[in-house]
C-alpha cells in the first residue's frame, strides 16, 4: 500500500484530496476546486470606462511596488481561471484505475480530469452527491458565462496575470493566493470546463445506493456509508484480498437533515484512513505531526460490546445538532430584525441541508408576524434541486424519513412554495423576477465567493443601506471576499457550521470502529506499507 496526501483541503466547500495505491489499483479519493481563490479575481464591473480607467492607477501604483492596504484595483480584471488541488496535474490521469468521490464538492473538479486524453478510470459516487454535484457543476458553468461574455471569448489578456511581470506586480496577499509559497501551485489553475464537458464527466459516473456493494475489478469490494454532513455524503470501504480499509472524509455524528454517520459499517476494518481535516484544531494538531501511523490496540470485542455501543450511543447525542439549531434560531432572528426595519437579507450560503433549514425556519418567523416579507430562491438549478431533496429519502435523518410514512413533503419548501411564500427564479434577470419583486426581501442566491452569480448584483444593490443584512460562512477571508463592494454601510453576519469531526471526539470513534492501525498524512507525505 502506498497513500499520499494530495491537498489536506480547506474546510466544507474544499474537502481533501489523497491517492491510495492498494493491491496493485491506483485510486483518487474526491476531486474538488479551491474556488476560495477566486477572491483574487475581480467580479463583472459596473462599467468598462470606470474599469479601465482604475486598472491604469492600479497599474501605475503596482509598477511602483507601493505597498499599501488592499483595495478593489488591485484584484485581477479578467476572466477567471480556477484552481484545482496544486498536485493533482503531475499525475498522469491514464494510470489513475478508481475514483471515489465523498461529496458533491469532491466532484467539482472532476471534469477537468475526465476530459482528458486516455482517461479510463471507473468512478463511484452515491445517487445524491451525483445529481446535486452535476447540479453545482452546471449551475457554476451558467454563472461564468456572464464574466466570459463581458470580457469576450477571443480576448487572451486574461492570461497576463498568469505571466511572469503580471505575478510580480501583483499585492503580496493575491500572490501567495496566486502561485503559493514557492509558485508551486501555479500549475494548478486552469480555465473552466463547458456544459458538454460536465455532460461528458457524469456519463463516465457509476453511481451507487446507499450501501451498495461495487466490485472493482473482480478484486476490490467499495462501498459507501453516510458520513452525516450533508445529504449524499458518505466514507468508504475498501475490502481488498490482504487487508480492509476505511477511509472517514469530513463527517459529523448528528444532522439536522442528512442520514447519521454510520458506525457499524467502518467496524473492524484493518486500517483507517483518516481524513478529517475539517476541524481548526485538528489541522492544527496534523500540521504539528506531519505523519502518525498509529497501531491501535484492539480489545476482546466481546466483552467490550457494551462499552463501544455506549461509546456509539455517546457520540450519536444531538448535542451539536441541537447547537446548530440555535445557530440558525439566531440568524433567523437577525434576518427578521433586518426586514422589520425596512431592509433585505442576502443569503449567499450554498449548503444544501443548511439552506433548506433556513427556509423552513425563516418562514415560520415570517408566519409568525404580521410582516408579508418574499422571500426568493435565485440559481439556474433552484428548481432541480429543490425537487430532487424531497425525493432521496434514504439518505436523510430519521426524522424527515418519518415524514414520507406520514405522508408529509420531506422538508417544508415545497408547501411554501404551492402557497407562493417562496419564489424560485432561474436568474437575477428573469422578467418573472421583476414584475414580483418587491422588498424588503429574503434572497438565498449563489455564489458564497462573491465573485460571480446573482449576489454580485444583489450586492451592490444593498452594500449600502445600513438596514439591510449580508450572512457568509465564516472561514474564508470576508475582508477579501467584500474588498469591491466597500465602503459597506449593510451589515455582516458570519456564521460558522459543523464540518468535521471535533478533536475530543476523534479518540472515542477510533474506540468505537476499532482499527488495527490509523492513518493521518499531512499535505505532501506518502506512506508506505507492504503488509496491505
Known sequence: MKFTCLSKGGGFHFPPCHMLSVSGFRILLDCPLDLSSLAIFSPVPIALEAHESLE???????KQKIEKTLDANDLVCAEPWYKTVKSLHLWDASFIDVILISSPTGLLGLPFLTRTKDFSSKIYVTEAAARIGQLMMEDLVSMHMELRQFYGPEDSSFLQWMRWEGLEVLPSELKKIASGTDCEELGAWMPLYSAVDVKDCMRKVQTLKYAEEACYNGTLVIKAFSSGLEIGTC????????????????????????????????????????????????TENMENDNTYCDPVTSSNASDDLYNLEEIAASLLKDDESMEEMEKLAFICTCAFDSVRAGGSVLVPIDRLGIVLCLLEQMSLLLESSSLKVPIYIISSVAEELLAFTNIIPEWLCK?????????????????????RKIHVFPAVHSVELLTNWQEPCVVFCPHWSLRLGPVVHLLRYWCSDPNSLLILESGDDANLALLPFKPMAMKVLQCSFLSGISLQKVQPLLKALQPKLLLTVSEGFEVQDPNF
Open 56 to 62: 491604469t492607477d492600479s497599474v501605475v501604483r503596482k
Open 399 to 419: 426524522q424527515r424519513q418519518e415524514k414520507l410514512f406520514s405522508g408529509e413533503p420531506l422538508f417544508a419548501h415545497v408547501k411554501l412554495i404551492k402557497e
Open 235 to 282: 466514507n468508504w470501504t475498501i475490502n481488498g484480498p490482504k487487508r480492509n480499509i476505511a477511509y472517514i472524509s469530513s463527517s459529523i455524528f448528528v444532522s439536522t437533515h442528512a442520514m447519521d454517520f454510520n458506525f457499524l459499517g467502518l467496524q473492524g476494518n484493518d486500517l483507517i484512513i483518516f481524513s478529517d481535516f475539517s476541524t481548526l484544531d485538528t
